[in-house]
């Protein structure tokens, strides 16, 4: 099984930045079928909407709400991924969940705890 490890979420002003990074860790068994990595977020009171998406070459996808002030990225050999959050809004404050698997699904098989995201106006 693989474990999610995520960091980097805080409080910021609006117009504010922050870089969120996530480990993944276990059996070497498990890391090899990760494919798929990205950042889904939830804010109170509203459905879970995917943030972000990166597959192992490094393909991204990201939902056409998020495009412009976000960017994922990638380090294969650290088996870590990364979300660069420019331009924050109040509207993105949510709780960020790091995933994995072998395809973007809206049930990735592995998830982070989740890192708590708050943009004050």
């Known amino acids: 099984q693989v474990q999610l490890v995520e960091s980097g979420g805080g409080l910021v002003q609006a117009g504010g930045a922050l870089r969120l990074s996530c480990a993944a860790s276990?059996?070497?068994?498990?890391?090899?079928?990760?494919?798929?990595m990205g950042w889904y977020r939830q804010a109170p009171g509203k459905q879970r909407e995917l943030v972000a998406a990166?597959?192992?070459?490094?393909?991204?996808n990201y939902p056409d709400s998020m495009k412009g002030r976000f960017t994922i990225s990638r380090n294969n050999a650290k088996n870590t991924v990364y979300l660069q959050m420019n331009s924050l809004q109040p509207e993105d404050t949510a709780v960020y969940y790091c995933?994995?698997?072998?395809?973007?699904?809206?049930?990735?098989?592995?998830w982070g705890q989740g890192t708590q995201v708050t943009v004050s106006s």
């Open positions: 995933f994995a698997d072998r395809v973007l699904t809206s049930l990735p098989t592995s």
């Open positions: 276990g059996s070497i068994s498990s890391i090899n079928v990760i494919n798929v």
């Open positions: 990166i597959d192992s070459g490094g393909t991204t």
